[in-house]
Nanobody
């Protein structure tokens, strides 16, 4: 399985970005796919997750109401629409996939993309 994340960049506070994660190599019907982020000097933290089968979504409290996770089954691609960005959202964003029961735990995911950098200026 390969995950390819893209869409990061530099944006001003209050702006928007859309991240994409293209998946290939196998079918994902039983998978949960997620976004994590890691800021310099900090632990990797959960951002959002989506069930590939039914589209159920889960969010970290810090992004709820600003970020929207979705997936396109036909294109094997997951998205993260980020609105109302804040400087505190600055991090490398990683997409991940796996058969998980606790979506917020990064160790539960066995497939990871390479990361895409999001920088939010004040």
């Amino acid at each position: 399985v390969q995950l390819q994340a893209s869409g990061g960049g530099l944006v001003q506070a209050g702006g928007s970005l859309r991240l994409s994660c293209a998946a290939s190599g196998r079918t994902f019907s039983s998978y949960t796919m997620a976004w994590f982020r890691q800021a310099p000097g900090k632990e990797r933290e959960f951002v959002a997750a989506v069930s590939w089968s039914d589209g159920s979504a889960y969010y970290a409290e810090s992004v709820r109401g600003r970020f929207t996770i979705s997936r396109d089954n036909a294109r094997n691609t997951m998205f993260l629409q980020m609105n109302g960005l804040k400087p505190g959202d600055t991090a490398v964003y990683y997409c991940a996939a796996g058969v998980v029961d606790q979506v917020v735990v990064p160790e539960n995911y066995n497939e990871w993309g390479q990361g895409t950098l999001v920088t939010v200026s004040s």
